[in-house]
């Protein structure tokens, strides 16, 4: 079972970028972004439901950040747009092993991607 998460890079204040998240060996039903900046702990960002819509996002995202999924639900994408400074983490995809939770607590989730880099320059 893999997660794999691209789409990180580097980008001004205000700009876009999308990030995805394949799954591999297995199909899931809810998937998840958290990120974690450098000397902080790591933070929910959103999650998607298994039909795709039920989803949530943190109160910082919110109106700038749009999480979706594919058909075959095997691919998980988190558009962002008004990138801020305050953005820049190490992104992680994230699903838990055998429930559609659709939430903040990153215990729920039992696998996660290697992380792909978000940095934006103000």
């Known amino acids: 079972v893999q997660l794999q998460a691209s789409g990180g890079g580097l980008v001004q204040a205000g700009g876009s970028l999308r990030l995805s998240c394949a799954a591999s060996g297995r199909s899931f039903s809810s998937m998840g972004w958290f990120r974690q900046a450098p000397g902080k702990e790591r933070e929910f960002v959103a999650a998607?439901?298994?039909?795709?819509?039920?989803?949530a996002s943190a109160d910082s995202v919110k109106g700038r950040f749009t999480i979706s999924r594919d058909n075959a639900k095997t691919t998980v994408y988190l558009q962002m747009n008004r990138l801020k400074p305050e953005d820049t983490a190490v992104y992680y995809c994230?699903?838990?092993?055998?429930?559609?939770?659709?939430?903040?607590?990153?215990?729920?989730?039992?696998?996660w991607g290697q992380g792909t880099l978000v940095t934006v320059s103000s």
């Open positions: 994230a699903a838990p092993r055998n429930s559609d939770y659709v939430g903040p607590s990153f215990r729920r989730y039992a696998y």
């Open positions: 998607i439901n298994s039909n795709g819509l039920g989803t």
